[in-house]
């Protein structure tokens, strides 16, 4: 995430502007509580074939 982030959240209304608002609304309302979500490798020829 850089810097001069701005997150529109139309569901509740509101703007942020800039990291400090942008993560903590990020952290309680979109990614939820820790282990919530699982990254999964994936194979460099899948990424490849998405990129054409």
């Known amino acids: 995430m850089r810097d001069g982030v701005a997150l529109e959240a139309t569901a509740v209304g509101a703007w942020f502007d800039g990291m400090a608002t942008c993560l903590p609304f990020l952290a309680r309302h979109v990614l939820g509580s820790l282990g ?3 990254l ?3 194979p460099v020829a899948c ?3 998405q990129a054409h």
């Open 47 to 49: 990424l490849d074939e």
């Open 40 to 42: 999964v490798p994936r």
């Open 36 to 38: 919530r979500w699982r």
